[in-house]
């Protein structure tokens, strides 16, 4: 396993495009997390799927972003009419949990995908 | 006030040097993490923590669960340290971040 990968690393759109992003999670870890990272701050908590259920999303997560986990291995996360506010860095990580009560086994970050809104 | 406050936010030291960085948090947790980010962005998990403290190689953690305080120490630094150390809580089934130490050491 070459651990949690992202796609693209970097991507330069113009204002009103849809962007989509892809994460490969660890193929045994059964939780994937989105966060958003602007500069000089810590990331952001967006959304986290448990296998294909997308069980919270946060308030920063407008009607213009969706994520996706069709078949519980990779994730999308799409970001419609894209606004230069929306740029920042998007990590993606994955965890194993499990047990009861649920134990998380830790957590492994991909690189990250740049975005630049211009 | 942030659920997560680390400090300082930057830090510079000479080659050598023992270096403390600090975490304060103020939510449950169910485990600390301290996390390093080189420039480019990607993060790498350096411990996951619950209790008392953890050594690996020349970095060293604790966590005081009762004063909601963790430090994160760097013996001997090196300028191959250089990068940002974040703090994280695991809260709820996602983590918490603080905004992160950028630290610089000098040869």
């Known amino acids: 396993d070459t651990g949690v990968s992202q796609d693209p690393r970097h991507k330069i759109t113009k204002r009103g495009q849809n962007v989509t992003f892809r994460c490969d999670p660890i193929s045994e870890h059964n939780r994937l997390y989105w966060y958003r990272q602007t500069l000089g701050q810590g990331p952001e908590f967006l959304t986290y799927f448990q296998n294909e259920a997308q069980l919270e999303k946060s308030r920063l997560l407008s009607d213009r972003f969706s994520a996706e986990r069709p078949k519980g291995s990779f994730s999308t996360l799409e970001i419609q009419r894209t606004e230069q506010g929306d740029s920042a860095m998007y990590l993606c990580?994955?965890?194993?949990?499990?047990?009861?009560?649920?134990?998380?086994?830790?957590?492994?970050f991909g690189s990250g995908t740049r975005l630049t809104v211009v | 006030k942030n659920e997560v406050e680390q400090s300082p936010q930057n830090l510079t030291a000479q080659e050598g040097e023992f270096i403390t960085i600090n975490c304060s948090y103020s939510?449950?947790?169910?485990?600390l993490h301290w996390l390093q980010q080189h420039p480019g962005g990607g993060i790498v998990s350096l411990f996951m923590l619950s209790s008392g403290k953890k050594k690996h190689g020349r970095l060293i953690a604790t966590i005081n669960i009762q004063e909601k305080h963790s430090s994160l120490h760097i013996t001997a630094s090196h300028p191959r340290d250089s990068a940002v150390y974040i703090c994280?809580?695991?809260?709820?089934?996602?983590?918490?971040f603080g905004t992160g130490t950028r630290l610089q050491v000098f040869p």
């Open positions: 994280a809580v695991d809260n709820t089934d996602k983590l918490i």
């Open positions: 990580a994955s965890s194993l949990v499990s047990g009861r009560p649920p134990l998380n086994y830790g957590y492994t």
């Open positions: 939510v449950g947790i169910s485990a």
